[in-house]
C-alpha cells in the first residue's frame, strides 16, 4: 500500500539535545512539508521541498532543519536552538506543489509527538 | 495570510447539520477541506478550485464564493463519525503557491 509514514510516533528529548523525525513516502510524489501543529493554532508550515535536493523555509523554520537528499524522504531535525519544540508534528506529501494548472491534494502521515523533558 | 474559521467549535446531536466557514484576506484560487481525528493525521476531504462547481458527496458538500474570498462546508444529518477538528487549506495565485491552512473548527457529535 502506498502512504506516508513517520517514525517515531512518540519521541521525548532531554533540553539542548538535537534530534531527528523520519518521513517516508512512497507515493512518488515530488513534493513534500514539515507543518508543526500546536493546540488551538492549526497546521504551520516548517519546511517544504519541491524537488530532491531543493527546499525552502516555511513560516516557522527557525530551530529546524531538513534535508532532501532522496525523492522518498524528508527528515526534520530539531535543534537545540528550538525554544518550545514541545508539538506534534505532520509530515505530507503531494505530486507536485503545483503545476499551475491543477491544484495537487496533500497527504498526511500519522505524526509524531515530541516532547521536551 | 492565514485564514479564519468559524465557528472555532460547535457541538451538536447526531442528525443535525453543521455550517462550517472559511475567509480569507486574499484572492483565493482553490480551497482544500481536512478533518482530523484527534491525535490523527489530517485526511482530506475535498478540493474547490476557482470558477469550479460546489463539491460533495452525500452528506458533506462545501461552497467556493470567490468574490468574497470564502468557502463553507455544509454537514448534513451528521453523523458521530463526523466528530473531529475541520481544516480548510487555501491557496492563492494562480494555483502555484503552497497551502495556508486555518486554525480548525473542532466539531462534536453527541448521541
Known amino acids: 500500500d502506498g502512504g506516508i509514514t513517520q517514525s517515531p510516533k512518540y519521541l521525548f528529548r532531554k533540553e539542548g539535545q538535537n534530534v531527528t523525525l523520519s518521513c517516508e513516502q512512497n507515493?512518488?510524489?515530488?513534493?513534500m512539508y514539515w507543518y508543526r501543529q500546536d493546540p488551538g493554532q492549526g497546521l504551520r508550515l516548517i519546511y517544504y521541498?519541491?524537488?530532491?535536493?531543493?527546499?525552502q523555509k516555511g513560516d516557522i523554520a527557525e530551530g529546524y532543519s531538513v534535508s532532501r537528499e532522496k525523492k522518498e524522504s524528508f527528515p526534520l531535525t530539531v535543534t537545540s536552538a528550538q525554544k518550545n519544540p514541545t508539538a506534534f508534528y505532520l509530515c505530507?506529501?503531494?505530486?507536485?506543489?503545483?503545476?499551475?494548472?491543477?491544484?495537487?491534494?496533500?497527504?498526511f502521515g500519522p505524526g509524531t509527538r515530541l516532547t521536551v523533558l | 495570510q492565514q485564514p479564519v474559521q468559524s465557528p472555532q467549535a460547535v457541538i451538536l446531536r447526531e442528525g443535525e447539520d453543521a455550517v462550517i466557514n472559511c475567509s480569507s484576506s486574499?484572492?483565493?484560487?482553490?480551497v482544500h477541506w481536512y478533518r482530523q481525528k484527534h491525535g490523527e493525521a489530517p485526511v482530506f476531504l475535498m478540493i474547490?478550485?476557482?470558477?469550479?462547481e460546489q463539491k460533495g458527496h452525500e452528506k458533506i458538500s462545501a461552497s467556493f464564493n470567490e468574490k468574497k474570498q470564502q468557502s463553507s462546508l455544509y454537514l448534513t444529518a451528521s453523523q458521530l463519525s463526523y466528530s473531529g477538528t475541520y481544516f480548510c487549506?487555501?491557496?492563492?495565485?494562480?494555483?502555484?503557491?503552497?497551502?495556508?491552512f486555518g486554525t480548525g473548527t473542532r466539531l462534536t457529535i453527541i448521541p
Open positions: 474547490l478550485l476557482k470558477g469550479g
Open positions: 486574499k484572492a483565493l484560487y482553490s
Open positions: 487549506g487555501t491557496e492563492g495565485g494562480f494555483g502555484n503557491e503552497k497551502l495556508t
Open positions: 505530507a506529501s503531494s505530486i507536485s506543489l503545483s503545476t499551475g494548472q491543477n491544484t495537487d491534494t496533500q497527504y
Open positions: 507515493l512518488n510524489h515530488d513534493a
Open positions: 521541498s519541491q524537488i530532491v535536493n531543493d527546499f
